[in-house]
């Protein structure tokens, strides 16, 4: 299928000149035809002139210089003392439309696949972590050592210039710190409701966080929420109360530890919203993500060893597969745990420079349903209707949020 434009040709006496100051009498000027790009057109053009409105904008384009112009259709169409345009139908090349098709099917492609590969490694990481943590129930070390595991991988994508390694100044340190502690605290909060909760239990407060992001960015940065988003947020806080109330494995300490979660992480989120203003100062997603994944390495390792004491020593392994621990399990499970923990937060940040932020939240909604359900079919987990009924109504109240922070205030009149 062809694309259409309008090639003018310029008949107007006002762009012709009646003299020259040339010395070769010869001299003529060279007026070339003129490509009329038409931007907003409701209406086909046809050879004799254009059906109904004329566009409002035009974009000129010739051999020599390249601009934009508001003209009136009034002077395209009545104005006699100017002359008048020649129009006709010109045919874009194939090629070119075929080729911006292809590349956005690319784009789409890679895209899913990137999704697809974030909702595997999430899957398989709640997996493999809810696993460790029911033979190793030690959450703080289990998250130290995740820590760990990302903390190799990234100095390795460093060594090897898969990354460029940025320059940390002490100004980007000290406004990273902030972030670093409110990430630590989230994902250990989070392994702590990991080892008491089931998994879609977990998952199903954690849905609560964007009532935790409105109330912060209230209270913080000052944005006031629309009413959209507001009433977005009454089925979250309901579903997450109606399934907790019926949940079979309901524990104080696992939920108060995952609504904990949601409040560390908002707080990084805001945290960073405002270490993100300076642009001079500020480091790109993936980086970021990367600093604050070796500091976080280095805060934890001595709160675990205060909190837990020495549990990943070759004696203490001993000791305990003396008492029935399988520590070849164990090691698997946690290096699987590692690396799918690391690798779903890379790809996420990774996504996040592609799309805005709402296709990003859309895409975490979907994903918290695909770990719930995923989890409930591996473990086997007993699920009542009114709890799967709150679970519904939280996630589809995420969703909602996620769309009503597309809608844009109209502006008030003066």
Request: charged share 10%; hydrophobic share 45%.
């Amino acid at each position: 299928m062809q694309s259409t434009a309008s090639v003018l040709y310029l008949s107007t006496p006002f762009l012709k000149s009646k003299s020259f100051e040339n010395s070769n009498s010869n001299f003529r000027p060279r007026i070339r035809p003129v490509v009329l790009k038409l931007t907003a057109s409701p209406k086909t053009p046809h050879a004799g002139g254009f059906q109904g409105n004329l566009p409002r904008k035009v974009l000129f384009s010739g051999s020599c210089c390249c601009f934009s112009s508001q003209i009136s259709a009034s002077f395209l169409c009545s104005n006699r003392g100017y002359g008048s345009f020649k129009v006709r139908d010109a045919s874009v090349p194939e090629g070119v439309v075929e080729s911006e098709n292809s590349s956005g099917l690319v784009r789409t492609l890679q895209l899913g696949s990137m999704f697809g590969i974030w909702y595997l490694l999430n899957i398989y990481f709640n997996i493999f972590n809810k696993q460790v943590l029911e033979m190793y129930p030690f959450p703080a070390t289990v998250t130290a050592f995740q820590f760990g595991f990302g903390t190799l991988m990234i100095l390795t994508m460093w060594t090897f210039n898969l990354y460029k390694r940025p320059k940390l100044t002490r100004s980007q340190f000290s406004a990273i710190l902030p972030l670093a502690v409110a990430h630590t605290l989230g994902n250990l909060l989070t392994n702590v409701s990991l080892g008491k909760v089931a998994v879609s239990f977990t998952h199903t407060i954690k849905a609560m966080e964007p009532f935790f992001t409105v109330l912060f960015a209230a209270l913080f940065l000052g944005e006031r929420p629309s009413f959209w988003v507001v009433a977005s947020l009454v089925p979250v806080v309901g579903g997450v109360a109606l399934a907790s109330f019926t949940e079979a494995s309901f524990n104080w300490i696992g939920f108060c530890s995952a609504m904990a979660s949601n409040v560390t992480n908002q707080s990084r989120n805001v945290l960073s919203k405002k270490f993100m203003v300076n642009k001079e100062e500020a480091l790109d997603n993936i980086n970021l993500f990367s600093v604050i994944t070796i500091i976080s390495f280095a805060l934890l390792v001595p709160a675990a060893i205060f909190l837990e004491g020495f549990k990943f020593t070759p004696s203490y392994l001993q000791s305990a597969a003396n008492q029935g621990l399988n520590v070849k399990k164990l090691c698997i499970r946690s290096l699987l745990a590692g690396f799918c923990f690391h690798s779903y937060q890379q790809v996420s940040y990774m996504i996040l420079q592609m799309v805005n932020a709402v296709t990003h939240s859309v895409g975490n909604c979907v994903k918290r349903v695909v770990v719930i359900f995923s989890s409930v079919i591996f473990f086997q987990t007993p699920v009542s209707p009114i709890n799967s009924l709150g679970t519904a109504v939280a996630l589809a109240g995420v969703f909602l949020y996620s769309r009503a922070k597309q809608i844009k205030p109209k502006p008030k009149a003066a």
